[in-house]
């Protein structure tokens, strides 16, 4: 299989955040969404004129008790039906992606995804055997959905990072600042940043806007800023929910707007912001752990051109930077 260059991708719109699979604690919990194909996040691409996406699996469900995650609760489960966290779905993605759907491979960069904390010698042969197979471009972490703080990657799972360093890869990390999230908050997540200097991060969802951790993450050379969710998460903000930064903590924006936003970030961290659309995860509809004995409901709806159109309302030469001078940079290195 042909592994794409930064040549090969230059001139092109990158979504540089979108998920494939299917999460079974929102499907059972009624919840949405709940799932994405390749094919599907191929007809959303030809829609809204994007080029090629960044894809990593919905969640790590398949490695934990289904009742007590239609719960809310990430639990081990005693017979799992993937034997690590992540185990089968990374290498259903890459089997979807290269094998399935041969025809609309050259649309994708699929990222495999990571817990920091679980099974970490069973994850590391699990993934070093798929790396041998396909061409992997990074890696994902949300250690909010694995109920897994991202500190465990100074810890138990520094040895993720370690193979995370020897094959090149960049990192993408989502990122709340929610001042109870236990797992994967900015002050939490940039302190793992700053321990590996030699790693390429991109920090998900604006950063919550938050001016200080945005500037603190442009001052790293080694990190970007994606928007993936951008209309739900300026929602949040406009709505001033206390899952947000409070507004003197935001950089100064038209939150009544996300395509203002939009262009006061980039114009603010031209060379940090990364645009990323969550597909399908631009809505959320669902209730979320956030910390021991602490959950939050989310009822928020966008859709694929909502995000679109948020790109689409920068000037031509911020749309290239953001959409595909930055991607590739974090993808491959300046």
Partial sequence: MKRSTKADLRGRRLDIHSHAGISLKAYACREYPYAATIEELAAFQRLGGIDVNVVFPFTADLHFDPVLLSRGEAVPARFPLSAVPYGVENELLLMETYDFCPETSHRFLPFISMDPCRQIAGQIKAVQALAARYPIYGVKINPVLCQSPVSGLLKEGRALMELIEAQGWPVLLHVATAREEAFSNAEMTLGVVAAFPRTRFCLAHCIGFHQDYLRRAADLPQVWVDTAALKIQVQLAYENSPLMPLPSERIKADYADHRAVLRALVAQFPDQMIWGSD?????????????????????????????????????????????????????FGR
Wanted: hydrophobic share 40%; glycine share 4%.
């Fill in 279 to 331: 597909a399908p995860a631009y809505a959320y509809i669902c209730r979320r752990k956030q910390a021991e004995g602490v959950f939050t409901e989310f009822r928020l709806k966008g859709s694929y051109l909502d995000e679109v159109a948020a790109l689409d309302a920068l000037a031509p030469e911020e749309q290239e930077r953001t959409a595909n001078k930055n991607s590739l940079d974090f993808l």
